[in-house]
């Protein structure tokens, strides 16, 4: 298991069902001064819209020798009134403008045909239960259901379609305990990081109404064998703390079935530094908790101890070493995914007896051909490993018994990616998903005897894929390394570049862009247009080396890398500058701000969702300190240059003809705080004499969105007719 990471992917696949949570992954441009004068004292350009006032402050902090204005820091405070009212007429101003795009109620309608669909997730046994979630094409949210047995009843588990009026409770993440008796799942406000941890016995539905457990924020319960209690993080609500520090309180407790939460033994003290992760796990048999200590993205420490002696206590198995471990405990025996000394990955055998490094086994090496082939992930399932693979960011499953010995290859349904495989570590029985850009969601049972396949089940999407076809092209980055691009398009284009294009990128946190099936992009494709995603460094589709080389004071390489993708769709005749909009979201949302202040001539239309953009100040707000090992810090003077060298709120130049801007932001986002956007549309509203610059705000809803469909309906009609309008070959008024 890696960690995943806690800044999300923009475009979320409609037709998927929630499972089971896992635990939470060249020169540069010379630093810009930031306007610093007076509006009284310069020209400004013409307002392109009638946009709010917006008042300007004479800001300034001077850091290791530089000035920084900050003229809109007052819009960092987004309780205050003065601000409530701002954000109001912002978002009245987007949705009216956004309501009078041509296709945009079509592209709707379109939508809830590809969204309202129904679909199965693979089924989790637990005791002689299953456990599953089905997405109705009737209802907003998707349903857990359980059955007693394989054939039994269908009942309802959890449903947050009845939880609130307006669809403002969500349900986070669930763990069934091991029996299948007890089911733990936290609940969450307007879809927000924020969440209460609930108890219910399965049977009866009845929740435990004196154990719920507040400052679940990170929560996952481990549960023991027996069901009677699990492990979770913990963190304090107490509104005293800083959001930015809260992850440095966090804890490891253990809560027995019956207790007080507030009695709860402390397993793991917090460890005061919130850029630290922390989380632990009980095997299957009981035997061994293994704690996990994650350094951010970039490198974590494991201790164990023996779960059975109550004063045992935790022994280090890796520490101090800038690699990852992630361990699976299966017969006294411990399997070791790591890039200690392999960037592409190999997993050990360890003894836990014989715990020094010196005593490790590799079971299955890393891959030779390093450059495309790299450890996704490893599970045991019927008494075997299901190591799973991305070559060149396509997904490759293969079977090895447990001393390494390799027995399969799966053969999976074609060249798209896989999730999975689960299962249980004594049932042959397993099950993955597939999909890809022109294949939705299927769902396949797994022999982990014999390899083979069957379909269990699939989402019926009305829509006919082949006319469309997906290319995997490689090109050349500013620094000469090669780089791997998805290009999606009808199969009978011509590379003329008249096409619309829509690029979109991440490049951060270990995030692998695959291919995987986006409902929302058909209403795009269906109308002729392209639908590009390159796998830009800072990603893991070439291994940890690959993620190394676009963090931190390497970020630029990411953007680099990005905007020579939009070079090579002009190079090749998909598209040209006027028919190109780009898209990205949270980490995403920074890439496509860096790219539009580096670049603006390159883009029509830029669509940017829950970003971070002010990235002297980012580590003050929200999460922001838990991404100081991605990014760096503006408090250290080596990380403030690199920072400030590619800030897109810093790097906004007056009287410059910036592409139409569509900001998408949340009005409970809880992990990218919308200080972001708001002070960067300030920013391109006061100076661009380009396109418009909207801001719209999205309510009871989180960093990922609202989980209601007919809010993703809303929005994908708003950011599809935005882009159809900004990238049209003639340019009428609306």
């Not at 294949?439 to 049972?445: I, K, L, Q, R």
Request: proline share 7%; glycine share 6%; net charge neutral.
């Amino acid at each position: 298991m890696k960690l995943v990471s806690l800044a999300l992917p923009l475009i979320l696949l409609a037709a998927c069902t929630p499972a089971e949570t896992p635990p939470p992954k060249d020169p540069v441009l010379p630093p810009a001064t930031a306007p610093t004068q007076s509006a009284s004292t310069m020209t400004a350009p013409p307002k392109i819209l009638p946009y709010p006032a917006t008042r300007k402050e004479d800001v300034k902090d001077t850091l290791f020798g530089t000035v920084v204005a900050d003229p809109y820091r007052w819009l960092e405070e987004g309780k205050k009134d003065e601000v409530q009212s701002w954000m109001n007429q912002e978002d009245a101003l987007a949705r009216a403008e956004l309501a009078k795009l041509p296709e945009r109620d079509a592209i709707a309608k379109r939508l809830k045909e590809l969204f309202y669909v129904d679909s199965i997730s693979p089924p989790r046994h637990r005791g002689e239960r299953y456990f599953y979630t089905r997405r109705h094409a009737d209802k907003e949210k998707s349903v857990v259901y359980w059955k007693e047995k394989k054939d039994g009843k269908e009942q309802v588990l959890l449903d947050p379609n009845t939880w609130s009026k307006d669809g403002s409770v969500s349900l986070g993440g669930w763990r069934v305990s091991w029996d299948g008796k007890t089911v733990a799942y936290t609940v969450k406000q307007n879809a927000a990081d924020e969440a209460s941890l609930v108890i219910m016995d399965v049977a009866t539905g009845a929740k435990r109404e004196n154990e719920i457990i507040l400052g679940a924020k990170y929560a996952d319960a481990s549960w023991t064998p027996k069901g009677d209690g699990f492990y979770y993080t913990w963190v304090p609500t107490d509104s005293k703390i800083k959001d930015s520090d809260r992850p440095g309180f966090a804890e490891v407790r253990f809560h027995k079935l019956g207790d007080d939460p507030a009695k709860d033994k402390v397993i793991r003290e917090r460890t005061n530094d919130p850029t630290t992760f922390i989380w632990a796990d009980i095997s299957i048999d009981g035997h061994w908790l293994i704690l996990n200590l994650s350094h951010g993205w970039t490198s974590n420490d494991v201790y164990y101890k023996d779960a059975r002696d109550e004063k045992a206590a935790f022994l280090p198995l890796a520490k101090d070493l800038p690699a990852h471990f992630w361990v699976e405990a299966h017969k006294d025996k411990f399997y070791v995914l790591t890039d200690h000394e392999a960037p592409n990955w190999k997993l050990m055998l360890v003894d836990p007896k014989k715990p020094d490094l010196k005593n490790w086994k590799t079971i299955v090496p890393e891959r030779k051909d390093a450059s495309v082939d790299v450890s996704n992930g490893v599970s045991i399932l019927g008494g075997k490993l299901a190591v799973s693979y991305l070559k060149n960011a396509t997904s490759l499953l293969e079977m090895f018994d447990l001393t390494g010995k390799k027995s399969a290859t799966v053969a999976l349904p074609g060249v798209g990616s896989m999730s999975g495989p689960i299962g249980r570590p004594d049932e042959d029985e397993a099950y993955f998903v597939y999909d890809s850009f022109t294949t939705p969601w299927e769902v396949y049972s797994l022999s982990m005897k014999t390899a083979k396949t069957a379909l269990y089940a699939k989402v019926n999407v009305p829509l006919d894929p082949s006319p469309f076809t997906v290319e995997q092209t490689f090109y050349t980055s500013k620094d000469g390394t090669r780089v791997s691009m998805f290009v999606v398009h009808k199969k009978d284009i011509k590379k003329d570049g008249s096409h619309r294009a829509i690029l979109y990128g991440y490049g951060g946190f270990q995030s692998s862009e695959t291919s995987t099936f986006i409902a929302s992009i058909y209403p795009w494709l269906e109308r002729g247009g392209i639908y590009a995603v390159p796998n830009l460094r800072g990603g893991s589709e070439y291994g940890e080396a690959w993620h190394k080389d676009g963090m931190l004071h390497k970020k630029q390489n990411v953007f680099d890398d990005f905007i020579a993708a939009a070079e090579h769709l002009f190079k090749e005749g998909y598209t040209k500058p006027e028919r190109l909009a780009i898209a990205g979201g949270s980490n995403g949302g920074l890439l496509v701000g860096a790219a539009m202040t580096q670049k603006p001539e390159y883009y029509a239309a830029v669509l940017c969702s829950v970003p971070l953009l002010d990235m002297v100040r980012y580590h003050l707000f929200g999460s922001g300190k838990t991404w100081i090992s991605e990014y760096g810090s503006a408090d250290k003077e080596e990380d403030f240059k690199a920072l400030y060298a590619y800030s897109p709120y810093h790097h906004v130049k007056p009287a410059t003809k910036y592409p139409a801007l569509l900001m998408l932001s949340a009005d409970s986002d809880d992990r990218v705080d919308p200080l972001h956007a708001r002070k960067f549309v300030a920013q391109i509203q006061e100076h661009s004499v380009g396109g418009p610059a909207l801001l719209r705000i999205e309510r009871n809803s989180g960093h990922g969105g609202a989980d209601m469909l007919k809010a993703e309906v809303e929005k994908g009609a708003d950011r599809y007719a935005f882009a159809l309008y900004h990238t049209r070959a003639d340019k009428p008024a609306p």
